[in-house]
């Protein structure tokens, strides 16, 4: 059987056992789109079906419905522009979460309210994909006035869990632009907490003219 033939036949399956559960609580329902990204991600039909039932209960707990512009975390990080999705889209049709480092200041945040905005990002640029066309986003990370304070690790590490874990082949490309020489110590201890395919998709981007391979340079804000 060929690998193609043999991912129709393992969706197939994920989608039958996954509809009994929906069936009973549409809240445990997923489109075709999000199957096949967890069955790509997590390779076999056991480990994706354990793992849609475990970012469903995440998903519950955690009341991300509730993380709103209107929710008091999220409002106070939009006003101190910590990110934004943004109104454009990159070339390939993506939405694009916008991130400024030199916004941000691992001595003065507090990280779970800091996690909670980066679920509401994940959330709303997850919402303006075109799955029909391309289901996956864009993350810009701009290091134009980086300093070493600008670096939390922790957060870092929350960003990657929750790609991996309830955000499975959600990004598409993630652009480091603007970085300094000094970030290249941080990079080596980012990088290794990186599997292969996530870190194929981290690209370094140190000119408008690169810039413009992914990208229009104007939809960047000039207001953050």
């Not at 916008?98 to 959330?123: G, M, W």
Request: with cysteine; hydrophobic share 40%; aromatic share 10%.
């Amino acid at each position: 059987m060929s690998s193609q033939a043999n991912f129709e036949q393992n969706f197939k399956e994920l989608k039958n056992r996954l509809k009994l559960i929906s069936d009973a609580d549409p809240d445990q329902y997923h489109n075709d789109h999000s199957l096949t990204r967890y069955l790509k991600a997590f390779k076999t039909v056991d480990a994706a079906f354990q793992a849609i039932l475990k970012t469903n209960k995440w998903k519950k707990e955690y009341n991300v419905a509730a993380l709103t512009e209107d929710h008091p975390t999220i409002k106070n990080n939009l006003a101190l522009k910590k990110a934004r999705v943004l109104r454009h889209r990159d070339m390939q049709g993506r939405s694009v979460i916008y991130i400024p480092a030199k916004n941000h200041s691992v001595n003065d945040r507090e990280i779970d309210e800091l996690t909670q905005f980066i679920v509401f990002c994940l959330e709303e640029a997850s919402k303006k994909s075109f799955e029909d066309v391309i289901d996956n986003f864009c993350i810009v990370f701009d290091l134009k006035n980086f300093s070493l304070t600008c670096m939390d690790y922790p957060l870092i590490k929350n960003i990657i869990w929750l790609l991996s874990r309830h955000y499975p082949e959600r990004l598409g490309v993630c652009l480091i632009y603007n970085a300094p020489t000094v970030f290249s110590g941080c990079w080596a201890i980012i990088r290794g907490w990186l599997d292969e395919n996530t870190s194929s998709k981290v690209t370094f981007v140190n000119s408008e003219e690169d810039l413009c391979q992914y990208l229009i340079p104007d939809i960047l804000p000039t207001d953050m």
